[in-house]
């Protein structure tokens, strides 16, 4: 198997047609500027040391150099053998809840961002599994697909806040049915789903949505975001920080529902877990789903690269001392050295 580990370079090789083309206009430029100073055999008396084919050489080689240094460049690779990757490993979609209400502080520095930190310390402990992300408000988006690609999860975990999605609320159900038909279909691996929320639920039966995953194997934990005590959500008016407010004028107090999600959990076969300023849980989660039976996942790749640079640089830089040492003239001590011209009989 071949390939190239930087294949942009490759573009630089259009440069040796270009060349090309200048080194032979001005060839063609020279050879009627010299004919205007007369014919070639006296030309050639006057300059005895010139010579027609030497820059060619030059040239030729200087491209060839160019070509294995663009080449060395690319970095091509060769693998080197191919082997059967075998992982073993379950299926988590997180489902986390970016409604306004997620802003509150009662979780230090918000329920959202403390959310996040737990999330991005649960990723650097996966090994085999697969993560996807589901963010949800009024209704649920994918904001990243199943993959066990960690670094693109954390990238994607980083860019969530409150204001990506168009529509407001707390759709518990719909993020539920979301995470539902986004695991990999045909995958034999168990699957679960962790729903991060305040459980303030407005939309949707979200307990009908744990029991229809749990219908076809797909466990369901939630982790409740907030202290019952409640606390109010902050918001920037005027450059300034104010509360949230109903239409009557008063602060609006958002309270973690506790009964919501022991509710979605029991139905889902999961377990809840309440989050607090010491700890969100996700840890005691992940010892959970490691409890889970590990699927053996079964893929075929080619294990290992081989970079074979460094032999075209050798050739390259090779050729270019070749280039340099080969000069545009004739050697005046060589010129007149004939090895193969036959001697006249007298």
């Known amino acids: 198997m071949f390939r190239f580990g930087n294949s942009e370079y490759l573009w630089g090789l259009l440069l040796i047609p270009l060349l090309t083309l200048f080194f032979a206009w001005s060839r063609i430029a020279r050879r009627r500027a010299l004919k205007k100073f007369g014919r070639r055999e006296m030309l050639e008396q006057l300059m005895p040391f010139s010579s027609r084919t030497r820059p060619v050489v030059k040239f030729i080689v200087l491209m060839l150099a160019l070509a294995f240094i663009v080449t060395g460049l690319a970095r091509p690779q060769f693998g080197s053998k191919l082997k059967t990757v075998k992982r073993e ?4 979609i997180i489902a986390l809840d970016v409604s306004n209400s997620m802003m509150a502080e009662d979780i230090q520095p918000n329920r959202l961002e403390r959310a996040k930190r737990a999330i991005s310390r649960l990723i650097d402990r996966l090994e085999d599994d697969k993560i996807g992300l589901i963010v ?3 209704d649920a988006y994918t904001q990243l697909p199943i993959t066990a690609d960690y670094n693109s999860a954390k990238l994607f975990l980083n860019s969530v806040n409150t204001q990506i999605v168009p529509k407001q609320g707390t ?11 986004s695991f ?5 691996a168990n699957k679960a789903i962790i729903v991060i929320t305040d459980g303030e639920n407005h939309e949707d039966d979200a ?4 029991k229809a995953a749990l219908e076809d194997g797909i466990i369901v934990h939630t982790i409740g975001m907030g202290l019952p005590s409640g606390s109010p959500i902050p918001v920037l008016r005027n450059g300034q920080t104010d509360y949230m407010k109903d239409r009557d ?5 958002t309270k973690l529902n506790e009964q919501m999600l022991e509710q979605i959990s029991a139905a889902g076969s999961g377990i809840y877990i309440r989050a607090n300023n010491a700890q969100v849980g996700l840890n005691t989660l992940f010892d959970e789903i490691n409890k889970m039976e590990k699927q053996e996942m079964e893929s075929r790749t080619y294990s290992e690269y081989d ?6 640089f050798a050739i390259g830089l090779f050729l270019l001392l070749l280039e340099f040492v ?6 005046k001590y060589l010129k007149n050295i004939h090895l193969f011209k036959v001697k006249e009989q007298r």
């Open 184 to 188: 990999t279909p045909g995958d034999k």
């Open 136 to 138: 949800f408000a009024g």
């Open 307 to 312: 970079d074979q640079f460094q032999f075209f």
């Open 171 to 181: 759709a518990i159900g719909a993020a539920i049915d979301l995470a539902h038909r």
């Open 89 to 92: 490993g379950v299926e988590l």
């Open 249 to 253: 004028g008063n602060v609006v107090i």
């Open 207 to 210: 307990i009908a949505s744990a």
């Open 326 to 331: 080969i000069l545009e003239r004739k050697n």
